[in-house]
Protein backbone atom coordinates (compact mmCIF):
# COMPACT_ATOMS: atom_id res chain seq x y z
CA UNK A 1 0.00 0.00 0.00
CA UNK A 2 1.53 3.09 -0.89
CA UNK A 3 2.11 6.46 1.31
CA UNK A 4 -0.68 8.44 0.17
CA UNK A 5 -3.29 5.30 0.47
CA UNK A 6 -2.57 5.32 4.05
CA UNK A 7 -2.50 8.56 4.18
CA UNK A 8 -5.85 9.05 2.80
CA UNK A 9 -7.17 6.50 4.97
CA UNK A 10 -5.48 7.87 7.98
CA UNK A 11 -7.90 10.79 7.87
CA UNK A 12 -11.18 9.48 6.45
CA UNK A 13 -11.08 6.55 9.26
CA UNK A 14 -11.99 9.56 11.28
CA UNK A 15 -15.64 9.22 11.87
CA UNK A 16 -16.61 13.07 11.72
CA UNK A 17 -14.74 13.05 8.31
CA UNK A 18 -16.35 9.75 7.37
CA UNK A 19 -20.13 11.12 7.60
CA UNK A 20 -19.10 14.07 5.92
CA UNK A 21 -18.34 12.32 2.98
CA UNK A 22 -21.46 10.16 2.81
CA UNK A 23 -23.77 13.44 3.65
CA UNK A 24 -22.38 15.48 1.10
CA UNK A 25 -21.64 12.65 -1.65
CA UNK A 26 -24.77 10.95 -1.31
CA UNK A 27 -27.24 13.33 0.19
CA UNK A 28 -26.36 16.67 -0.85
CA UNK A 29 -24.80 17.86 2.50
CA UNK A 30 -27.69 17.01 4.62
CA UNK A 31 -26.74 15.59 7.55
CA UNK A 32 -28.59 12.36 7.66
CA UNK A 33 -25.45 10.41 9.02
CA UNK A 34 -23.98 11.29 12.80
CA UNK A 35 -20.53 10.55 13.20
CA UNK A 36 -21.67 9.08 16.62
CA UNK A 37 -24.10 6.75 15.21
CA UNK A 38 -21.17 5.41 12.84
CA UNK A 39 -18.92 1.99 14.01
CA UNK A 40 -15.94 0.81 12.35
CA UNK A 41 -16.90 -2.58 11.01
CA UNK A 42 -14.50 -5.38 10.04
CA UNK A 43 -12.69 -4.27 6.18
CA UNK A 44 -11.42 -8.39 5.96
CA UNK A 45 -13.42 -10.57 4.40
CA UNK A 46 -12.40 -14.51 2.98
CA UNK A 47 -12.90 -16.31 -0.38
CA UNK A 48 -11.48 -19.26 -2.13
CA UNK A 49 -9.47 -19.09 -4.97
CA UNK A 50 -9.46 -21.21 -8.11
CA UNK A 51 -7.06 -23.92 -6.33
CA UNK A 52 -9.18 -23.83 -3.36
CA UNK A 53 -7.02 -21.98 -1.25
CA UNK A 54 -8.44 -18.97 1.14
CA UNK A 55 -7.63 -15.58 0.48
CA UNK A 56 -8.33 -12.38 1.92
CA UNK A 57 -10.13 -8.99 0.55
CA UNK A 58 -9.82 -5.94 2.19
CA UNK A 59 -11.85 -2.99 2.12
CA UNK A 60 -10.07 0.67 2.13
CA UNK A 61 -12.34 1.71 5.20
CA UNK A 62 -16.03 0.48 5.80
CA UNK A 63 -18.75 1.19 9.29
CA UNK A 64 -22.00 0.37 9.99
CA UNK A 65 -24.27 3.11 10.15
CA UNK A 66 -26.49 2.52 13.89
CA UNK A 67 -29.82 3.59 14.76
CA UNK A 68 -29.21 2.66 18.36
CA UNK A 69 -28.32 -1.38 18.46
CA UNK A 70 -29.93 -1.72 14.75
CA UNK A 71 -27.50 -1.06 11.95
CA UNK A 72 -29.48 0.20 8.89
CA UNK A 73 -26.05 0.46 6.52
CA UNK A 74 -22.49 -1.02 5.27
CA UNK A 75 -20.62 1.51 3.90
CA UNK A 76 -17.78 1.42 2.43
CA UNK A 77 -15.11 3.79 0.93
CA UNK A 78 -12.50 2.82 -1.53
CA UNK A 79 -10.14 5.12 -2.83
CA UNK A 80 -8.43 5.15 -6.80
CA UNK A 81 -5.79 7.77 -7.85
CA UNK A 82 -6.07 5.78 -11.02
CA UNK A 83 -8.97 4.62 -13.19
CA UNK A 84 -9.26 0.58 -12.75
CA UNK A 85 -11.51 -1.07 -15.56
CA UNK A 86 -12.44 -4.02 -13.26
CA UNK A 87 -13.55 -1.59 -10.75
CA UNK A 88 -17.41 -3.46 -10.64
CA UNK A 89 -15.72 -6.45 -10.55
CA UNK A 90 -14.64 -5.44 -7.35
CA UNK A 91 -17.07 -3.71 -5.44
CA UNK A 92 -19.39 -6.46 -6.07
CA UNK A 93 -17.01 -8.70 -4.34
CA UNK A 94 -17.01 -6.40 -1.87
CA UNK A 95 -20.51 -5.70 -1.37
CA UNK A 96 -21.14 -9.80 -1.48
CA UNK A 97 -19.35 -10.47 1.04
CA UNK A 98 -21.14 -7.39 3.30
CA UNK A 99 -24.10 -9.90 2.15
CA UNK A 100 -23.18 -12.90 2.39
CA UNK A 101 -21.88 -12.32 6.15
CA UNK A 102 -25.44 -11.49 7.37
CA UNK A 103 -26.44 -14.83 5.77
CA UNK A 104 -23.85 -16.09 8.04
CA UNK A 105 -23.84 -14.32 11.34
CA UNK A 106 -26.29 -14.60 14.24
CA UNK A 107 -26.24 -10.92 14.99
CA UNK A 108 -28.41 -9.23 17.14
CA UNK A 109 -29.74 -6.98 14.45
CA UNK A 110 -33.52 -7.18 15.00
CA UNK A 111 -36.47 -5.64 15.52
CA UNK A 112 -38.50 -5.20 19.06
CA UNK A 113 -40.67 -8.53 17.58
CA UNK A 114 -36.88 -10.57 17.23
CA UNK A 115 -37.25 -9.68 13.42
CA UNK A 116 -33.85 -10.21 11.35
CA UNK A 117 -33.38 -7.08 9.98
CA UNK A 118 -31.09 -7.10 6.32
CA UNK A 119 -29.50 -3.95 5.55
CA UNK A 120 -28.03 -2.70 2.45
CA UNK A 121 -24.37 -2.56 1.56
CA UNK A 122 -23.62 0.61 -0.35
CA UNK A 123 -19.83 1.36 -1.50
CA UNK A 124 -18.58 4.78 -2.73
CA UNK A 125 -15.19 5.19 -4.96
CA UNK A 126 -13.11 7.69 -4.31
CA UNK A 127 -11.24 8.83 -7.27
CA UNK A 128 -9.06 11.26 -6.98
CA UNK A 129 -7.23 11.28 -10.80
CA UNK A 130 -7.14 14.73 -13.15
CA UNK A 131 -8.48 12.62 -15.52
CA UNK A 132 -12.35 11.63 -16.17
CA UNK A 133 -13.44 8.55 -15.25
CA UNK A 134 -14.14 7.19 -18.86
CA UNK A 135 -14.18 3.16 -17.75
CA UNK A 136 -17.06 0.87 -16.85
CA UNK A 137 -19.33 2.55 -13.82
CA UNK A 138 -21.76 -1.10 -14.15
CA UNK A 139 -20.73 -4.89 -14.11
CA UNK A 140 -22.28 -5.43 -17.89
CA UNK A 141 -19.92 -3.12 -19.30
CA UNK A 142 -17.09 -5.76 -17.63
CA UNK A 143 -18.29 -8.44 -19.50
CA UNK A 144 -18.98 -9.92 -23.03
CA UNK A 145 -22.47 -10.70 -22.76
CA UNK A 146 -23.98 -12.88 -26.30
CA UNK A 147 -27.60 -10.92 -26.47
CA UNK A 148 -29.44 -14.25 -26.02
CA UNK A 149 -28.08 -13.89 -22.51
CA UNK A 150 -28.09 -10.07 -22.06
CA UNK A 151 -31.92 -10.05 -20.27
CA UNK A 152 -30.77 -12.77 -17.93
CA UNK A 153 -27.81 -11.63 -16.17
CA UNK A 154 -28.60 -8.90 -13.71
CA UNK A 155 -26.40 -5.36 -13.83
CA UNK A 156 -24.56 -4.01 -10.73
CA UNK A 157 -23.53 -0.19 -10.70
CA UNK A 158 -20.92 1.22 -8.80
CA UNK A 159 -21.24 5.04 -7.66
CA UNK A 160 -18.09 7.02 -8.43
CA UNK A 161 -17.23 10.28 -7.29
CA UNK A 162 -14.38 12.41 -9.17
CA UNK A 163 -13.18 14.59 -6.81
CA UNK A 164 -10.53 16.82 -8.84
CA UNK A 165 -14.26 17.29 -11.04
CA UNK A 166 -16.58 18.44 -8.08
CA UNK A 167 -18.46 22.02 -8.71
CA UNK A 168 -17.38 24.47 -6.30
CA UNK A 169 -20.87 24.30 -4.32
CA UNK A 170 -20.32 20.52 -3.80
CA UNK A 171 -17.13 20.97 -2.29
CA UNK A 172 -17.83 23.98 0.06
CA UNK A 173 -20.64 21.66 1.46
CA UNK A 174 -18.14 19.67 3.10
CA UNK A 175 -18.22 20.67 6.96
CA UNK A 176 -14.94 18.24 7.92
CA UNK A 177 -11.23 18.19 6.69
CA UNK A 178 -12.45 16.08 3.68
CA UNK A 179 -12.84 19.76 2.10
CA UNK A 180 -9.47 20.85 2.40
CA UNK A 181 -8.65 17.66 0.27
CA UNK A 182 -11.16 18.21 -2.10
CA UNK A 183 -10.23 21.94 -2.46
CA UNK A 184 -6.80 20.83 -3.47
CA UNK A 185 -7.67 18.52 -5.92
CA UNK A 186 -10.22 20.50 -7.61
CA UNK A 187 -7.74 23.86 -7.61
CA UNK A 188 -4.73 21.52 -8.69
CA UNK A 189 -6.99 20.21 -11.62
CA UNK A 190 -8.29 23.78 -12.43
CA UNK A 191 -5.98 26.02 -12.22
CA UNK A 192 -2.71 24.24 -11.50
CA UNK A 193 -1.75 25.80 -8.55
CA UNK A 194 -2.60 25.94 -4.53
CA UNK A 195 -4.35 28.28 -2.73
CA UNK A 196 -4.67 27.80 0.97
CA UNK A 197 -7.73 27.84 3.21
CA UNK A 198 -8.14 29.56 5.79
CA UNK A 199 -10.73 27.17 7.46
CA UNK A 200 -9.71 25.62 10.87
CA UNK A 201 -8.37 21.83 10.84
CA UNK A 202 -9.24 19.54 13.07
CA UNK A 203 -6.62 16.62 12.29
CA UNK A 204 -3.66 18.22 11.83
CA UNK A 205 -1.15 15.58 11.53
CA UNK A 206 -3.06 13.33 8.80
CA UNK A 207 -4.10 16.31 7.06
CA UNK A 208 -0.08 17.17 7.30
CA UNK A 209 0.82 13.74 6.08
CA UNK A 210 -1.63 13.53 3.20
CA UNK A 211 -0.19 17.28 2.14
CA UNK A 212 3.22 15.60 2.26
CA UNK A 213 2.28 12.67 0.44
CA UNK A 214 0.64 14.98 -2.22
CA UNK A 215 3.27 17.51 -3.01
CA UNK A 216 6.47 14.96 -2.45
CA UNK A 217 7.52 17.06 -0.01
CA UNK A 218 8.04 15.52 3.22
CA UNK A 219 8.61 19.01 4.93
CA UNK A 220 4.93 19.86 5.50
CA UNK A 221 5.11 16.22 8.02
CA UNK A 222 8.50 18.12 9.44
CA UNK A 223 6.73 20.95 10.51
CA UNK A 224 6.57 21.65 14.06
CA UNK A 225 3.45 23.03 15.26
CA UNK A 226 2.63 24.84 18.44
CA UNK A 227 2.06 22.90 21.65
CA UNK A 228 -2.18 21.58 21.44
CA UNK A 229 -2.19 22.95 17.87
CA UNK A 230 -1.84 18.95 16.64
CA UNK A 231 -5.39 18.52 18.28
CA UNK A 232 -6.47 21.06 15.92
CA UNK A 233 -7.08 24.80 16.01
CA UNK A 234 -5.02 25.85 12.70
CA UNK A 235 -5.12 26.09 8.95
CA UNK A 236 -3.32 26.02 6.02
CA UNK A 237 -2.40 29.48 5.42
CA UNK A 238 -0.85 29.05 8.91
CA UNK A 239 0.84 25.94 7.87
CA UNK A 240 2.45 27.15 4.85
CA UNK A 241 3.47 30.05 6.53
CA UNK A 242 5.41 27.52 9.20
CA UNK A 243 6.78 25.56 5.79
CA UNK A 244 8.13 28.71 4.38
CA UNK A 245 9.76 29.86 7.59
CA UNK A 246 11.14 25.85 7.78
CA UNK A 247 12.11 26.75 4.45
CA UNK A 248 14.03 29.89 5.37
CA UNK A 249 15.33 29.13 8.47
CA UNK A 250 17.31 25.91 6.60
CA UNK A 251 18.44 28.55 4.17
CA UNK A 252 20.08 30.28 6.73
CA UNK A 253 21.55 27.53 8.65
CA UNK A 254 23.08 26.24 5.17
CA UNK A 255 24.14 29.58 3.99
CA UNK A 256 26.31 30.43 7.65
CA UNK A 257 27.31 27.05 7.35
CA UNK A 258 29.15 27.67 3.56
CA UNK A 259 29.91 31.14 5.04
CA UNK A 260 32.13 29.86 7.81
CA UNK A 261 33.54 26.81 5.51
CA UNK A 262 34.77 29.76 2.88
CA UNK A 263 35.85 32.50 5.61
CA UNK A 264 33.84 35.22 3.54
CA UNK A 265 30.39 36.78 3.26
CA UNK A 266 29.92 35.99 0.06
CA UNK A 267 29.33 32.44 1.02
CA UNK A 268 26.35 33.54 3.42
CA UNK A 269 24.90 35.06 1.52
CA UNK A 270 25.07 32.45 -1.59
CA UNK A 271 24.16 29.84 0.76
CA UNK A 272 21.39 31.82 1.62
CA UNK A 273 20.02 32.46 -1.94
CA UNK A 274 20.54 28.99 -3.26
CA UNK A 275 18.43 27.97 -0.39
CA UNK A 276 15.53 30.17 -1.29
CA UNK A 277 15.58 29.17 -4.93
CA UNK A 278 15.57 25.44 -3.36
CA UNK A 279 12.86 26.22 -1.43
CA UNK A 280 11.09 28.30 -4.30
CA UNK A 281 11.66 25.46 -6.78
CA UNK A 282 9.92 23.16 -4.46
CA UNK A 283 6.84 25.02 -3.75
CA UNK A 284 6.42 26.29 -7.53
CA UNK A 285 6.10 22.77 -7.96
CA UNK A 286 3.48 22.21 -5.84
CA UNK A 287 1.79 24.70 -7.46
CA UNK A 288 1.96 27.28 -4.33
CA UNK A 289 0.68 30.56 -5.73
CA UNK A 290 4.19 32.59 -7.25
CA UNK A 291 3.29 35.76 -5.34
CA UNK A 292 3.24 33.85 -1.76
CA UNK A 293 6.17 31.95 -2.92
CA UNK A 294 8.44 35.25 -3.94
CA UNK A 295 7.30 37.24 -0.70
CA UNK A 296 8.55 34.31 1.54
CA UNK A 297 11.24 33.36 0.10
CA UNK A 298 13.14 36.96 -0.78
CA UNK A 299 13.14 36.02 -4.23
CA UNK A 300 11.17 38.78 -7.35
CA UNK A 301 8.38 37.14 -9.56
CA UNK A 302 10.80 37.11 -11.93
CA UNK A 303 13.54 34.67 -10.52
CA UNK A 304 10.52 32.74 -9.49
CA UNK A 305 8.89 32.24 -12.77
CA UNK A 306 11.77 31.46 -14.03
CA UNK A 307 12.65 28.41 -11.83
Known sequence: MGGKDIAEKALEEYDDVFSDIVNVLLFGGEQL??????TDAAPLSVYKDN?????????DISKFWKDGRIRICLYGLENQTDIDVDMPLRV?????AGYRSQLLSDNDNRDNKGHKLRYPVVTLVLYFGEERWNKH???????????????YVSDYKINVFEIAWLEPEIVAKFSSDFRIVADYF??????????PSRETIRHVHEVLQLMAELTKDRRFADIQLPPGTAEGGTNMCEVIDR???KGRAEGLEQGLAEGLKQGRAEGREEGRKEKSIETARILKNSAIDIELIARSTGLS??????L
Do not use: A, T
Request: charged share 45%; aromatic share 6%.
Open 92 to 96: ISYDG
Open 243 to 245: YLN
Open 137 to 151: RNLLDCLKVPEELRS
Open 301 to 306: MEEVEQ
Open 186 to 195: VRMRRDKQYE
Open 51 to 59: GGRLREQER
Open 33 to 38: VKEDDL
